[in-house]
Each structure stands twice: as C-alpha cells, then as structure tokens.
C-alpha cells in the first residue's frame, strides 16, 4: 500500500545533542509538511515543501531544519534540542493541488 | 492565531450513542475537513466539506457546515469501541497555499 513512513517511532537524545527524524513517502505526491504536536495538542505546521521549494512558518524556530533531497524523501533537523521541543513530530503528503493530507504515525522525540 | 476551537475537549458516551462534535474558526475557508487520531498513531482524514456545501455524509459520519457562523459539526452515528481517538477539525483557507489549520480536538471516550 502507498503510504508515509516516519522512522523511528520513537527517538531519545540528550538535551543539546543534534537529532534528525525522516520520512518517506510511496505516494509520489508534492507537497510535503512536517508538524510538531504537544501532547493535547493540535499539530503545528513546522514547513511545508512544495517539490524542493521550501516553505518556513513564521513561528518555526531557527533551530529546526529540513531538508528535501527527493520527492519521496524529507528530513526534520533539530540542531541543539531543548526541552521544549520534546513531542510527536508528524509528516504529511499531499498532491499538488490536493485538499487532503497523508500522514505518517509520527516519531515521539524525548529529551533527557 | 488562527487555530480553530473545538468544543467539547472531552466527550465519554456509551457505545452504541451518538457522538457530536463542534469546530469553530477564525478565516475564510476553501473547506473543512475532519481528521481523527488515535491514541500515539497519526491523523487519518475523515470527510472534506467545501465552503459552499452546508452537509456531507459518510457511512455513519455527518458534517454540517455553517459559513456565516464560522463553524462545524461532526455527528457520528451509533458509535463503537474502535470511534476511540481524537478528532481534529481542519481548515483550508482560501489564500491557495494548500496549508491546513488545526482546531483544539476533541477526544471522544466510547464506553463499552
């Protein structure tokens, strides 16, 4: 089944010690978003790809990073992770064009 | 912000009842969607109402769109165990740049 796959599931690093979450996606579709989402939170778009044309939020730390290096391929780099960054990071897909959004189930980031 | 307000945070029913579900927003919308969560897994789309639909049905989902009041229901009929999760309204705004805006979400307990 086409699909988005984020690995790992979970992720533990140390405070300060720079981490990078992936995602892969089998739709072949454009357009893809990476979301920070607290607990009891709705998600927060981080930024968005339209193919390799990126798109920071206005709220997104400096901090965080991506990277796009192909269609089915995106990276989310946090350089120096505080404890505050600890929590679900999303990535979706969708179509150009398209309404709908794939996600992917996520990786739980932890910060000791 | 322009994150959209659900109502309730919290619903716990009996299964087998029906479960209604309130999202209100802030913009001008090109549609709505609802997305469901469950527990630690990522968002999976529901159903899309476009801005100038003021119903929508799938299965035993019901949506219902008010423009003029910024608002949205979404009523699921005969509930079950497995309705267990989180549900998300989300909004398209209609500026074209394919970016969805999370509400609050409302987790739905179905008590078996």
């Known amino acids: 089944d086409a699909m988005v796959i984020q690995n790992p599931r979970y992720q533990v690093t140390q405070f300060g010690k720079p981490v990078t979450l992936s995602c892969s996606q089998t739709?072949?579709?454009?357009?893809m978003y990476w979301y920070q989402q607290k607990s009891s939170q709705a998600p927060k778009l981080l930024f968005h790809y339209y193919d390799k044309d990126f798109n920071n939020e206005a709220d997104t730390p400096d901090n965080f990073q991506s990277r796009r290096p192909n269609t089915s391929f995106c990276f989310l780099d946090i350089r120096s992770p505080g404890l505050g960054d600890a929590a679900m990071y999303l990535c979706?897909?969708?179509?150009?064009?398209?309404?709908?959004?794939?996600f992917g189930d996520g990786t739980r980031l932890s910060i000791l | 912000s322009q994150q959209g307000e659900e109502d309730p945070q919290a619903l716990s029913i009996q299964e087998g009842e029906n479960a209604t579900m309130n999202c209100s927003y802030k913009t001008s919308i090109n549609n709505l969607q609802w997305y469901r969560q469950n527990s630690g897994r990522g968002l999976v789309h529901l159903i899309l109402i476009r801005s100038n639909e003021r119903e929508k049905h799938s299965g035993r989902l019901r949506v219902t769109l008010d423009t003029s009041k910024k608002s949205s229901s979404l009523l699921i009929t005969a509930s079950r165990a497995a309705d267990t999760a989180s549900y998300f309204c989300?909004?398209?705004?209609?500026?074209?740049?394919?970016?969805?805006?999370f509400g609050t979400g409302t987790r739905l307990t179905i008590i078996p």
């Open positions: 979706a897909t969708s179509p150009m064009g398209g309404e709908t959004q794939h």
């Open positions: 739709l072949n579709h454009n357009v």
């Open positions: 989300a909004t398209e705004d209609n500026f074209g740049n394919e970016k969805l805006t």
